[in-house]
T-cell receptor, first 107, second 120 residues
Framework: AIQMTQSPSSLSASVGDRITITCRAS??????LSWYQKKPGAAPKALIR???TLQNGVPSRFSGGGSGTDFTLTISSLQAEDFATYYC?????????FGQGTKVEFK | DVQLLESGGGLLQPGGSLQLSCAAS????????MNWVRQAPGKGLEWVSS????????SYADSVKGRFAISRDNSRNTLYLQINSLRAEDTAIYYC???????????????WGQGTLVSV
């Protein structure tokens, strides 16, 4: 199975900060990677598919990049509602695998 | 609007079995692969299983292979997950989620249910 290594596991930031989360795959994915936001008590929300395509309704401050084995999720100006845990998912080949998650906390 | 509603969770004993259901509406159910994803308390998301639109292809995480069985009834727009030989480590919220793409392999998961809690 493809292993996904996500970093950092947590980060502290303030409203207005620019943050970047990284996912590294154990083998090449092309652009078959998606990103999700998870808040406590809520269902996960899809943010990005195909490594860089924003899902409908997702604010433009979110962006995704990368291909092959290295991918990034960037929030250009953190808002209060963005404090959550973020996960990458490789959908290149089954079994699909998530990264371990990055918890974005208020500094 | 797309809606996914899970049911069937509860408090069970180790070694037991249960079947989770996910009722879907708002899209052509048979056209999309469907998935189960779980989150154990204090842990991250774990992809569990996928099934193709017509149900002829299935896939499982190594951690559940041989104990879990995914299935679907396209006439009822319902997805199922049969869980056998329950273990303490199966304790989690189980989410059903719809594939973004209508082809097997997909492009990730665009709609999710609110989840059902399984406690072992």
């Amino acid at each position: 199975a493809i292993q996904m290594t996500q970093s950092p596991s947590s980060l502290s930031a303030s409203v207005g900060d620019r943050i970047t989360i990284t996912c590294r795959a154990s083998q090449g994915l092309g652009d078959d990677l998606s990103w999700y936001q998870k808040k406590p008590g809520a269902a996960p929300k899809a943010l990005i598919r195909d490594a860089s395509t924003l899902q409908n309704g997702v604010p433009s401050r979110f962006s995704g990049g990368g291909s092959g084995t290295d991918f990034t999720l960037t929030i250009s100006s953190l808002q209060a509602e963005d404090f959550a845990t973020y996960y990458c998912l490789q959908d290149r080949s089954h079994p699909w695998t998530f990264g371990q998650g990055t918890k974005v906390e208020f500094k | 609007d797309v809606q996914l509603l899970e049911s069937g969770g509860g408090l069970l004993q180790p070694g037991g079995s249960l079947q989770l259901s996910c009722a879907a509406s708002g899209f052509t159910f048979s056209a999309y692969a469907m998935n189960w994803v779980r989150q154990a308390p204090g842990k991250g998301l774990e992809w569990v299983s996928s099934i193709s639109g017509r149900g002829e292809i299935t896939s499982y995480a190594d951690s559940v292979k041989g104990r879990f069985a995914i299935s679907r009834d396209n006439s009822r727009n319902t997805l199922y997950l049969q869980i056998n030989s329950l273990r303490a480590e199966d304790t989690a919220i189980y989410y059903c989620a719809k594939d973004m793409s209508s082809t097997w392999g997909g492009k990730g998961l665009d709609y999710w249910g609110q989840g059902t809690l399984v406690s072992v």
